[in-house]
Structures are given as structure tokens and as C-alpha cells.
């Protein structure tokens, strides 16, 4: 069964600080790798995407991909109150039916102001 | 651009009745959506899978019969909860594969459907 876990939280972070979420994944033939952000009562938004083992970076986000350790993180840089949200990781895989994603079960981050 | 809508926002209903929910990609065409069911403080559990012209193909444990799919168009996706019951109550969101993407896999949800069932 193909895994994505997420330590659950709540990541605690002042304000202005990096926040640095974790994900590792079971299935090594994953390809797409995917942060989302859900506020409480809204749906998840998508905020990063990955593809290559390396650094991605979109303004205060970092992603960061590394296939051999079956890991995959997302930082953020200068964390703002407004961040406060739980974020999802999701893979992706050419073997699954539609190319559907699995969704780890989310990391709760606090930003203090 | 990969806005996805849903419609209603939020329902409520007696049990017994149907509800349809619409997922309409709004600027992508969306061969395959996604239909998912959320219960609070839980995380997201993906119920089925809506492919364009097809049937849809659905999780173990989520009976057909009671979620219907339709996925007639390229921007359209339909769930209907058939003979709804209050521990159907839940939040659906639905999401779409926009293949024009970037990577071609990137998924956008909609905004999410609140049913209450009475």
C-alpha cells in the first residue's frame, strides 16, 4: 500500500521564522510531488509542485526533493501569522489508475505573531 | 488560470432526498476528476475517480450506487448522493487534473460543497 506520512503537529514557529515541514513517501516510482494548503473550513490549495531532485523555489517557498531518501520538504521563509494552515503533501505516481495523488494526512503549522 | 468551481456552496436536506454537486473546470479541460470526502479534523479521502466519457472508478468501501458520477463533458463533473443520510454529512471537494500543466499532473481543487443532511 502506497504511504505518505506527515508528522501531524502542530509545528509551532515565531513570526519571521523558517518553517520547515516534512514528508516521506513508500513508493520509490513516484514522480510528482505536491505541497497543498488547506485553511480550516476551505479546501486545499496548491501552493508548490516538484519534479527533479533538487530545490524549488517560488517566492517565500522551497521545495525540496530528494528521490533516493523518498523524501520530500517545503520551507518557508519570513513565516507570517497568515500561514497558519495545515499543509498537505501529495504524490503522485505513473502507476496509479488516472494519475491520482496520494495525500500524506497533513502537518498543522502556527505561526506566532 | 486552473480555477475549478462548485456549486452548490452549501446544501442542506432532509434525509431520504438527493443532492447532485457540479466541478466545473472553468479556464482547463479536465479528462479526469477527482471526488473527495472530508470529515472535520480528518484528512482527505479520495472517493472516486471521474474520467470523461467512462465510468468512474471507485475507492473500496464507497458504494456506487449511492454516489453517483457523471463526467459528461471536459469541464463538467457530477456527484449525486443518492437516498442521503445524516452520516453523509460531510464536506465534498472535488479536484481536476489539468494535463496542459506544467507537469501535467497538477490537481486543483474546487471550493468544496458543505452537505448537511437533516
Known amino acids: 500500500q502506497k504511504e505518505v506520512e506527515q508528522n501531524s503537529g502542530p509545528l509551532s514557529v515565531p513570526e519571521g521564522a523558517i518553517a520547515s515541514l516534512n514528508c516521506t513517501y513508500s513508493?520509490?516510482?513516484?514522480?510528482?510531488f505536491f505541497w497543498y494548503r488547506q485553511y480550516s473550513g476551505k479546501s486545499p490549495e496548491l501552493i508548490m509542485f516538484?519534479?527533479?531532485?533538487g530545490d524549488k523555489e517560488d517566492g517565500r517557498f522551497t521545495a525540496q526533493l530528494n528521490k533516493a531518501s523518498q523524501y520530500v520538504s517545503l520551507l518557508i521563509r519570513d513565516s507570517q501569522p497568515s500561514d497558519s494552515a495545515t499543509y498537505l503533501c501529495?504524490?503522485?505516481?505513473?502507476?496509479?489508475?488516472?494519475?491520482?495523488?496520494?495525500f500524506g494526512g497533513g502537518t498543522r503549522l502556527m505561526v506566532k505573531p | 488560470g486552473a480555477v475549478v468551481s462548485q456549486h452548490p456552496s452549501w446544501v442542506i436536506c432532509k434525509s431520504g432526498t438527493s443532492v447532485k454537486i457540479e466541478c466545473r473546470s472553468l479556464d482547463f479541460q479536465a479528462t479526469t476528476m477527482f471526488w473527495y470526502r472530508q470529515f472535520p479534523k480528518q484528512s482527505l479521502m479520495l472517493m472516486a475517480t471521474?474520467?470523461?466519457?467512462?465510468?468512474?472508478?471507485?475507492e473500496q468501501g464507497v458504494e456506487k450506487d449511492k454516489f453517483l458520477i457523471n463526467h459528461a463533458s471536459l469541464t463538467l463533473s457530477t456527484l449525486t448522493v443518492t437516498s442521503a443520510h445524516p452520516e453523509d454529512s460531510s464536506f465534498y471537494i472535488c479536484s481536476a487534473r489539468d494535463i496542459m500543466g506544467a507537469g501535467g499532473s497538477e490537481q486543483y481543487f474546487g471550493p468544496g460543497t458543505r452537505l448537511t443532511v437533516t
Open positions: 513508493d520509490r516510482g513516484s514522480q510528482s
Open positions: 516538484i519534479y527533479s531532485n
Open positions: 471521474s474520467n470523461e466519457g467512462s465510468k468512474a472508478t471507485y
Open positions: 501529495a504524490v503522485g505516481s505513473p502507476n496509479n489508475a488516472g494519475n491520482m495523488l496520494t
